[in-house]
Every structure is written in structure tokens, then in C-alpha cells.
């Protein structure tokens, strides 16, 4: 069996209120090793055991906002005050960590909502997770451990606002703020996507976009000045006038 994906979801979830903490603690003048041997040391998450605050530092949010590079975490520094922006970076970061999460999103989420189902259950979930563990990607939990890691899904989602109910999980209305999409397009900018490559990219159906919706976002982001779209065809062009996912948002404040 190859497994291709990690669980920590299960451990964490969205983990915004631990997010914000950090982002607000770390030190932009300090290496990230010292940025997170003061916040484990410190215990500056303010977590009950040293063995639950490894798990959500180093397991969860050092991969995420650290791994990436310094200036991930100075872009949340900078959105900070914008609670939904920094919500849609954290769970663009989020789910390029965690493929579970970003697989399960976009894919039976998205075509759920696509075909017009209002709520995903957990049964839902489970019966997917079961088809990962046939297809190889995933191991052969009990029951007790995919329902686990199902809520894990399903309350992840919720917090980032895809879903929405305390119980009964229901679709949110499909929304990015132009901030967010911002945040998100340069990242894969950054990380070579071509123009094409950006504007079809199933990471927009993490947010359950179509394909007309994320033309929209681009035009709003052009107005705002963080790059040019243009479009004839299948032929797509963008320009960007900005030279990091800093100056984006910036720009699209």
C-alpha cells in the first residue's frame, strides 16, 4: 500500500485561534528557529501539555505558515486585522499542507455542490474515506478512527467557512474576498503556475468557485491594480504588477 496522505487534520482542525496567536508572537527579525523554540519554550499557545502544544506547533502549524518560507508569515502579520482574508490565506496554507482536506474539498465537495446537494453528512465523509483506503491512499482504519478523522474534515471546513452548522453541515454560500484570492493566486504564481494554469487551478474549488467566479475575481483584482487579465479564448494572459504576496495584498486592501 503507498499512503499518500498525512491525518493530522484529525489533531488540529483549522486551528485559527492558534494561528493568530502565533503570527501575532513571531518575531520577523528572528530566524524561525528561534521564533518557534520561544513559542514552544514559552508555551505562548497556551496549551495544557507540552505533548498537545508539539503537536499543534511543530506537527501542524510549523509545516503550514513556517515551512513555506518567511515571508508566508509576514503576509499573515499584514492581514491580521482583516479576519476573513486571514481566514482564507490560513486555510489556503492549510490545505497545501494537508492534501487530505485539500483533495476532499475539491473534489466529492466540490461536485456535491455542484450537483446541487445542500449539506455533506459524515456518513458522506466515512464512505469516501473507506474508497481512499481501497484506492491505497489511505490505511485501513476501524470505523472508530475514520469517523474521527471525518468530523476532523467536515469541522475544518466549517471554520473556514465552507460549511457552515453546528451539527448538520451544511454548504456556505461560495465567497473569496478579492484579499484572499490575492493571497492565493500569487502563492501559485510564486510556486510557477502559468496564467492558464492558475485561472483553471482546482484550488478555487476549495472555496466551491466556478470557473465564472474566479474570472470575476480576477477582473476585481485588475481593478485593484495587483495584475492585468486578459483573455480570448483559451488563450489567457495575466500580468502582475506586484513582486510579492506582500505587495498583493497590499494592493488589494
Request: hydrophobic share 45%; aromatic share 8%; glycine share 6%.
Amino acid at each position: 500500500m503507498v499512503t499518500m496522505f498525512t491525518v493530522n487534520i484529525q489533531k488540529g482542525g483549522a486551528l485559527l485561534p492558534d494561528t493568530r496567536r502565533l503570527v501575532e508572537v513571531w518575531d520577523l527579525s528572528e530566524t524561525a528557529e528561534v521564533n518557534l523554540r520561544r513559542v514552544s519554550e514559552g508555551n505562548l499557545l497556551g496549551k495544557a501539555t507540552r505533548r498537545r502544544l508539539e503537536d499543534i506547533l511543530l506537527r501542524c502549524l510549523a509545516p503550514r505558515f513556517v515551512a513555506p518560507g518567511a515571508h508566508v508569515v509576514t503576509a499573515l502579520k499584514q492581514l491580521l486585522q482583516d479576519h476573513r482574508a486571514f481566514a482564507e490565506a490560513a486555510y489556503y496554507e492549510t490545505s497545501r499542507d494537508e492534501l487530505l482536506l485539500a483533495t476532499f474539498a475539491e473534489g466529492p465537495c466540490f461536485a456535491w455542490y455542484e450537483a446541487g446537494r445542500a449539506r455533506v453528512t459524515i456518513d458522506d465523509t466515512t464512505t469516501w474515506l473507506t474508497e481512499q483506503a481501497g484506492a491505497g491512499m489511505l490505511p485501513e482504519w476501524s470505523p472508530t478512527v475514520r469517523t474521527k478523522v471525518g468530523r476532523g474534515l467536515l469541522a475544518a471546513l466549517r471554520d473556514f467557512q465552507i460549511l457552515e452548522g453546528a451539527t448538520v453541515k451544511r454548504f456556505a454560500a461560495p465567497q473569496l474576498s478579492v484579499r484572499g484570492f490575492a493571497y492565493v493566486a500569487f502563492r501559485l504564481h510564486e510556486q510557477g503556475a502559468s496564467s492558464t494554469a492558475l485561472v483553471t487551478s482546482a484550488v478555487w474549488r476549495r472555496w466551491m468557485l466556478s470557473a465564472d467566479r474566479v474570472e470575476d475575481l480576477l477582473h476585481q483584482a485588475a481593478r485593484a491594480g495587483v495584475l492585468t487579465y486578459g483573455s480570448a479564448g483559451t488563450a489567457v494572459r495575466i500580468d502582475w504588477h506586484v513582486e510579492s504576496v506582500e505587495e498583493a495584498i497590499r494592493a488589494a486592501a
